[in-house]
Structure formats: C-alpha cells, structure tokens
C-alpha cells in the first residue's frame, strides 16, 4: 500500500526533527487552528483579491506601510508570479532585460514568456583563502577587495578563495557598462540578497538603471525580514528599486507560497502590473493562505521589536561561540566581494576538514534530527527565523561543536552516517576558478525551446546552438542558456566539473551525457 502524505507530515511534525530551513514560521507559531474552517471563496463580505476594494485592499495597504512601499500586492502563488509579472509590466515583448546571471529559473522563464533578449551581468564567486594554499595570481588582490580586471561582463568570475564559491554581490560597474552597451535594457533584475545570504549595493545599482531610463527589479525573496531590524541589510525599497518581490514564507512565520509584490514612483505601469498579476495568480486564491499573511503582518506591526530583538540576541551569540570555537569547521561571513551579508543564513563550511557538504548534511540529519535548508558540495547553509527557539540555536550549536572536536581529533569514523552523498560531495579544486562563459546568443530563450531541436552527444556539441539549460547545482547559476551557442570551453569547463564529481542539471537526459540542441537549419 502507498505511504499516505497527510499521515507522513503528521508523523514528521510529532518527531524530534528540527527545522533549519524555511517556511520561517519553523511549524510552530499559527495564528488559527483548523485550516478547513476558514476555507472559503469569494463571498458575500470577504472581497476578492483580483479587484479589491474590502478588507483585502485594507490588509495589502497594511503590508504597505509595514515595508513602506507605495502599493503592495498579495502574492498567492509564491514570488514565482510576482517575478513573471514585474518582468511582464516592464518590458515590452522582445525587448531587452538586464539579468543578473544567478537569479532564480523563474527570470528565465519570464524571458521565455514574453520572447526577450536577454544581456547578463555576473557576480564574482567569493571565499576566504584556504589555510596552506598558495593563492592563484591576482587572487589576493581580490582578497583584498581591488576589482576583477579580467572584466565580469566578459564572462570570467573569479574567486578570492576557495571557500563554498558562493556568488558575490552585483558591481554597479558592471551594470552601468551593460547599460552603456546596449541602450535598449528596459528593465534590470537582480537577486539580493541570495539564497547564500548576499546583498548588492542596490542603491548605487539603481541609479545606474535609473539614469539610463530602466526600471529596477529586485528579487528579494529571501530578504522579507530585512528592515525589521538593524542587525539586517536595509530592504531594497529603501534603496530605490522600482519593484521588489519578498517571499514572506522563506524567513518570517508565513505559510508556504506566500509572498509580496511592491511597487513605487512613477516608472512602472500600475495597470499593466496588476493585469499581468491576474494573469499569473490563480483566479481562486486560497482564503488560508491570505489570512496567514495578514496575521504575519499584523504580528510584525505588534511584536515585531520584541521578536526581532530577541532573534538577533540569539543569532548573534550563536555566531560568535562558533566562530570562538570551530577549529576546522568554518562559518562563513562577509567577504570583500560581498557588499552586505544576511547574517540569518548560517554557512558552515567543510572545506578544510576532510568532510564534504553532503556527509555534514547527512550527520547533522541522522545523528542529531537537525535538517538543513541547502546542501553544497563545500557547505551547509542553515536558516533561522524569528519563529527558531533557543532550544533550536542550542541544539544547532551543539551538534556543530561536537562535530567541529570528533573531526579537529583525527575521529571522523565516529560521526557514521548512511547514505551515498558521492554524486553530490564534489571537489573544491574543479571550482577553484569559476567561470561563467560569456556564451554567444543566437537566439532568444523562446526561439531555442520552440525550434526544432534534436538529442547530440555533449562531447560532441561544440558549435551547436542549445535547447536547453545547463546548471552546476548547486549552486544552480546556469551555465548554458537555451539559444545560447556551445563552445569549446564550456565542454572543458562541464567535464572538469563532472570528474570533480558534481552533477550537470538541466537537461532532458538525466545522465547528463546528451543534450538537446536546435537543428542547423533554424539558427539564425
């Protein structure tokens, strides 16, 4: 007989498990009880949110004045549909955008959808050096925060170690030469801060877009509780961005699916957003959903100081033991390449330790019932809310303290684990020297996935036009983009990867062996 989901989430809510990952509310603070009691449609009283004018318009100016945006808007079907639509709304129909390179799928999509031409701009890959290596040339002058000139726009991003090779924050330097590039960027959208925690200088990024007449999108999923409290980066509402997106569920006490579109000054069509946003969100949006938002917010306007500082009392003394006391695992801070850093998102790293991301996952899951948010092939990211109890930041403390001495003493065999973590354990030397190829776009997104297009041997696909993605996940950066052309150094870049034991995703053969391209005869 099948497992029975319902009876699965109920036997892993009672467990011992601990949340280190979103939804922010960590299964603990609700606001209601029984969800199918307030499961309603749109009813004589409860307004509706595609043309609201009751208390659903009331609850979205609420959210307004919480994040001070001019206008906010519910977003029922996560930030997914909050990207499609600002994208939409801001950039005509083939036309170009401006995209940072590590955004989420769903940029990629919404150049899909509306047949755009795409110019991207790429963060530099950052770390701290590791002990004993000697560094690459030019390495410490990065370390030391002078600028990559081998030129991010050109497609080389280098690190300044070889620590996790997170994504750095976007230089407004790069953006301005892309804007002087090409004049015709209607918008720019950019991710701050990432799922790794880093924030760009959305300040200086947006009156570079502004003074080439763009509109700034920022995709700040993971930044809802930014501006509640000064120990985090200020929101980039504050900053000038035109339209902002947060995922209220990533890191504050929201359902899954939740999130919030925000919008200012005169830049964006209004009209054309909301049309765009009935478009994209479903035309029944759940009741629950929308009353666990407005709880949110209404809890954040009444307890928000006293919930935000004792949160930050707890994450910052937990921080400081482990950086006091880790002796080979490492926690993961600001870089010179990181303009601001999201200190809820706790990196460990397990580069100089003999252990990879995937065994630190395994142990901390098996040994301790502590379940991370991501695992790399370096390090293990873990995200604390609000909703964490201090039984929560002990019991993560502990664990990584007693596995941080078992490992400093020679005793890794004492932490055993199950499990088969090869495929995703990799080698930090494969990535010592990131680079996201600057690949020659041949045809739009849209044009490449619509095409005629047939299965080749990735070997032997040099020259070819793709069809599809190519992602090294994680970090999940596309390294190839359907229309984009395969080049030689691509495929030298991919196999090296794939030796260093890290997994290629994207593509429709799971092996990662072939790949879809474009026929010949419609390249253009």
């Known amino acids: 007989m099948s497992e029975n989901l319902l009876e699965k989430l109920k036997q892993y809510g009672a467990s011992d498990f601990y949340p280190l990952h979103m939804p922010g509310h960590k299964r603990r603070i609700s606001p209601f009880g029984d969800p199918f009691a307030i499961d309603i449609t749109e009813i004589d009283g409860f307004d509706d949110l595609h043309h609201a004018q009751g208390i659903l318009l009331e609850a979205q100016r609420r959210a307004a004045r919480l994040y001070g945006a001019e206008e906010s808007y519910y977003l029922v079907n996560g930030s997914t549909c909050g990207i499609l639509a600002a994208v939409s709304a801001s950039v005509a129909r083939g036309r170009r955008l401006l995209l940072a390179r590590n955004s989420h799928k769903s940029c990629y999509h919404a150049a899909f959808l509306n047949d755009l031409r795409v110019t991207y701009v790429y963060p530099p890959i950052v770390g701290t050096p590791a002990a004993g290596r000697r560094s690459a040339p030019g390495e410490d002058a990065l370390a030391a925060g002078a600028h990559d000139t081998s030129g991010i726009l050109g497609g080389r991003a280098r690190r300044s170690g070889t620590v996790c090779g997170i994504c750095g924050s976007i230089r407004p330097e790069d953006v301005r030469e892309a804007l002087r590039r090409h004049p015709d960027i209607q918008a720019v959208l950019v991710t701050s801060p990432t799922y790794d925690g880093v ?248 044009q490449a996935q619509e095409s005629p297009s047939e299965s080749v041997s990735l070997a032997d696909s040099a020259g070819r036009v793709s069809a599809e993605y190519i992602y090294l996940y994680p970090p999940g950066v596309p390294l190839l983009v359907p229309g984009e052309r395969i080049s030689e150094e691509l495929l030298q870049r991919l196999a090296r990867e794939r030796d260093a034991g890290l997994a290629l995703r994207g593509m429709a053969d799971e092996s990662g062996r072939a790949i879809r391209v474009v026929m010949e005869a419609t390249e253009i």
């Open 199 to 446: 924030v760009s200088d959305i300040g200086a990024v947006a009156a570079e877009a502004h003074a080439a007449g763009a509109v700034l999108i920022v995709d700040e999923a993971h930044g809802a509780h930014f501006g509640m409290h000064p120990y985090f980066p200020e929101r980039a509402l504050s900053c000038g961005a035109d339209i902002v997106i947060n995922s209220v569920h990533k890191t504050l006490p929201s359902l899954t699916q939740t999130a919030l579109l925000h919008v200012q000054g005169d830049r964006v069509d209004r009209e054309k957003l909301r049309s765009y946003l009935d478009i994209y969100q479903t035309s029944s949006p759940s009741y629950v959903l929308m009353a666990g938002m407005d709880a949110c917010v209404r809890l954040l306007e009444e307890q928000g100081g006293e919930l935000f500082g004792a949160f930050v009392t707890r994450l910052e003394r937990m921080r400081d033991e482990l950086r006091r006391k880790l002796r080979v695992l490492r926690l993961v801070d600001k870089d010179a390449l990181i303009y601001d850093f999201d200190r809820s998102k706790v990196l460990i790293s397990t580069e100089q330790c003999g252990m990879s991301g995937p065994e630190l996952a395994a142990i901390l899951r098996e040994k301790y019932h502590l379940e991370p948010e991501m695992v790399a092939a370096d390090y293990v990211t873990a995200i604390m809310t609000v909703a964490d109890t201090q039984e929560g930041f002990d019991r993560l403390t502990a664990a990584l303290l007693e596995i941080d001495a078992a490992l400093a003493n020679g005793m890794k065999g004492a932490l055993p684990f199950s499990g088969n973590c090869a495929d995703m354990a990799g080698s930090a030397a494969g990535m010592r020297w990131a680079e996201y190829p600057a690949n020659e776009e041949v045809l739009t997104i849209r």
